[in-house]
């Protein structure tokens, strides 16, 4: 049995394409989530598929990328597959687990997944440093009010009150008084 995996990384992303291509693979069953693929993490879409396959299902997606942004996810991935005697296959890239270049391409490909996802951490850090560097990025805005921890503290209640109190961490009202 052929069972399709469709992924966005946002609600703004259409995976209509990715499903269209499922389809014409011939995949019986397309499970479709938006999550981020940075880490396998939330994604109960593909947990219920790596649970469920049998030995001699297939998984099919569009890109490698749709299925894991780390290396280190992929081939968490196609070990669990290969541990259930499920292949794997690509719609859009040469990705065939059931032969030695299919699995050779496979490994190529997920290195530049993570290469392109480091790439684009490093190019956000970028702009959030320039940002800071002009003043206009300032970071989240405190959430906490430092002076109604500091009068609690001073009318004579423990940071354990005051922890509970507040709905916040014990080190975090030790962090508070500190500043």
């Known amino acids: 049995m052929k069972y399709g995996y469709a992924r966005t990384s946002t609600t703004e992303q259409n995976p209509e394409a990715q499903i269209a291509a499922l389809e014409s693979a011939g995949c019986d069953v397309i499970r479709t ?12 879409e593909l947990q219920t598929l790596l649970d469920f396959m049998r030995p001699g299902d297939v998984l099919v997606c569009a890109r490698i990328d749709r299925l894991a942004r780390s290396i280190a996810d992929l081939q968490t ?3 669990t597959l290969k541990s259930k005697g499920v292949a794997l296959q690509c719609t859009e890239q040469p990705v065939d687990t059931t032969t030695a270049a299919g699995k050779c391409f496979l490994d190529m490909l997920g290195v530049f997944a993570e290469f392109e996802s480091n790439l ?7 702009g959030i440093q320039n940002a800071k560097a002009k003043g206009v990025y300032k970071g989240r805005p405190r959430q906490i009010d430092r002076e109604e921890i500091r009068a609690m503290k001073a009318s004579g209640m423990s ?5 509970n109190r507040m709905g916040i961490a014990r080190a975090h009202v030790y962090r508070c008084l500190k500043d």
Do not use: F, H
Not at 33 to 44: D, V
Not at 159 to 163: K, L, V
């Open 120 to 126: 684009r951490k490093d190019r956000q850090m970028a």
């Open 33 to 44: 989530e938006q999550k981020s693929g940075t880490k396998l993490e939330g994604r109960t």
């Open 159 to 163: 940071a354990i009150e005051i922890s």
């Open 77 to 79: 991935i196609v070990q």
